[in-house]
């Protein structure tokens, strides 16, 4: 069975901090994405990681991959309150979608 | 840009109901999902289609039915509705850039949350 964990699952940070999101996976895979969520909305796409050793930067958030150790890593910088969201991370097996029970964040002034 | 599109966006049910939730997209992809979203279980995929005319079970699929009659359209049908199917549920889209290549990002729809009573 497919598991793909993320954690921590909550996470109240204060402005300016850093912080990680890790998100492990249970099968060989070599795509992996990170979707955001606001309260109420959709899932806005992130990051597309398509290799191991991939890194992708935008603003404050940085991802990487790991596919060997089956681990991907949202890494947050000096965090604002507009990065305040719930994140998701995907693993694609056989063109199918397999989400992580996301991480609430929380981002306090 | 429509992307995307789900209806109802909202619905409450009484035990029993059917009902059906349609997915539209415009962007000519051939993969289309329907998940459900639970608090503290993230996105857990109930059917998905690999293209017009095809459909395959997901994780949940008990309860639920699909069709994909037409490319851009994929339907979600509960035919008694328990209270257990009360979650957000969410449509998404992908596309194969080349043949032989595997899929793309999932696109995903504004969600129609529904409630059974």
Request: charged content about 15%; glycine content about 8%.
């Amino acid at each position: 069975e497919l598991k793909v964990e993320q954690n921590p699952l909550f996470l109240s940070m204060q402005e300016g901090k850093n912080y990680t999101i890790y998100c492990n996976y249970s099968t060989t895979s070599d795509r992996l994405y990170w979707y955001r969520q606001d309260p109420g909305k959709s899932l806005e796409s992130l990051f597309v990681l398509l290799s191991n050793g991939a890194v992708k930067q935008e603003g404050r958030l940085m991802a990487s991959l790991d596919t060997k150790a089956r681990l991907s890593t949202l890494h947050i910088t000096a965090a604002v309150h507009d990065l305040s969201a719930t994140y998701f991370c995907a693993v694609e097996i056989g063109n199918q979608f397999y989400f992580g029970t996301g991480t609430s964040l929380t981002v306090i002034p | 840009n429509a992307g995307v599109t789900q209806t109802p966006k909202f619905r409450v049910l009484k035990t029993g109901q059917s009902m059906t939730l349609l997915c539209a997209q415009d962007m000519n992809h051939e993969y289309m999902y329907w998940y459900r979203q639970d608090p503290g279980m993230g996105l857990r995929l109930i059917h998905y289609s690999v293209g017009e005319g095809t459909t395959a079970k997901g994780e949940v699929p008990d309860g639920y039915n699909v069709s994909r009659l037409k490319k851009q359209n994929f339907l979600l049908g509960l035919e008694s509705a328990a209270p257990s199917q009360t979650s957000v549920y969410f449509c998404a889209s992908s596309y194969v850039p080349l043949r032989g290549v595997k899929v793309t990002e999932a696109f995903f729809g504004q969600g129609t949350r529904l409630t059974v009573v």
